[in-house]
């Protein structure tokens, strides 16, 4: 009875998966998480090994397989967090690495340049990589936030086909139109486009309302 019910909760779930590679943003992570949890999604979590260290170092803080719910708790600050499930990088047969295993779509924030290629040339040389050609090729949502700069030549290459193969590109850009005064006004921007471009209803900022200065006077 017991694995019954497992297999039924996990077909009931109908999460998003988020990647979060190994390039400098990680609050923009900790943003779409956070905002994705608040709006009641459910949440396949994929964690490469760069990005370990990137959280390790832009946060002081470990990310651990072995330990994922806690880690995961401690970064984002609260503890609900029965709708996240955490996959290993490194486990080329989780559920995400099929097309048959039900998502909603998939976002990779931050993605790396190498992220971005690899997706791009189908790699698969992870499960972040593996998820999000899976998705790519089933039709599903798929949002790519780069955010290295300055860009070279293969870098737009890849990111062109990623738009081509039906990826939405969105580099980390925040807007200064919505009166941001605190760094993470400009974050929660980033994530709320990330949201937009999913179709999942947030309040991270301030939509533009065709009056200049409208973003100040909400402030």
Same mark, same amino acid.
């Given at each position: 009875?017991?694995?019954?019910?497992? !297999?039924?909760?996990?077909?009931?779930?109908?999460?998003?998966?988020?990647?979060?590679?190994? $390039?400098?943003? *990680?609050?923009?992570?900790?943003?779409?998480?956070?905002?994705?949890?608040?709006?009641?999604?459910?949440?396949?979590?994929?964690?490469? !090994?760069? $990005?370990? /260290?990137?959280?390790?170092?832009? *946060?002081? /803080? =470990?990310?651990?397989? $072995? !330990? %994922?719910?806690?880690?995961?708790?401690? %970064? /984002?600050?609260?503890?609900?967090?029965?709708?996240?499930?955490?996959?290993?990088?490194?486990?080329?047969?989780?559920?995400?690495?099929? #097309?048959?295993?039900?998502?909603?779509?998939?976002?990779?924030? =931050?993605?790396?340049?190498?992220?971005?290629?690899?997706?791009?040339?189908?790699?698969?040389?992870?499960?972040?990589?593996?998820?999000?050609?899976?998705?790519?090729?089933?039709?599903?949502?798929?949002?790519?936030? =780069?955010?290295?700069?300055?860009?070279?030549?293969?870098?737009?290459?890849?990111?062109?086909?990623?738009?081509?193969?039906?990826?939405?590109?969105?580099?980390?850009?925040?807007?200064?139109?919505?009166?941001?005064?605190?760094?993470?006004?400009?974050?929660?921007?980033?994530? #709320?486009?990330?949201?937009?471009?999913?179709?999942? =209803?947030?309040?991270?900022?301030?939509? %533009?309302? #065709?009056?200049?200065?409208?973003? !100040?006077?909400?402030?």
């Amino acid at each position: 009875m017991g694995q019954r019910d497992e !297999r039924d909760e996990t077909t009931a779930r109908t999460p998003w998966v988020v990647g979060i590679s190994g $390039a400098s943003g *990680t609050p923009y992570a900790k943003a779409v998480l956070t905002a994705l949890i608040d709006a009641g999604e459910t949440i396949d979590l994929v964690v490469s !090994r760069a $990005a370990r /260290l990137t959280i390790l170092d832009e *946060t002081g /803080l =470990p990310f651990r397989d $072995a !330990r %994922w719910r806690g880690d995961l708790a401690a %970064w /984002l600050g609260r503890d609900d967090l029965d709708g996240v499930r955490h996959w290993s990088a490194g486990d080329l047969a989780a559920g995400p690495s099929s #097309g048959s295993y039900r998502v909603r779509g998939m976002v990779v924030v =931050p993605a790396s340049t190498a992220a971005c290629a690899g997706i791009a040339i189908g790699l698969s040389k992870d499960l972040l990589q593996r998820a999000a050609d899976v998705n790519l090729k089933e039709r599903r949502p798929v949002v790519v936030v =780069p955010r290295e700069t300055p860009v070279s030549r293969s870098h737009l290459v890849h990111l062109l086909s990623l738009h081509d193969a039906g990826a939405i590109v969105l580099p980390a850009s925040p807007g200064f139109y919505a009166g941001a005064s605190e760094l993470q006004q400009l974050v929660d921007f980033v994530a #709320g486009r990330v949201l937009d471009a999913i179709d999942v =209803p947030h309040t991270l900022y301030q939509r %533009w309302r #065709g009056e200049l200065g409208s973003g !100040r006077e909400a402030e």
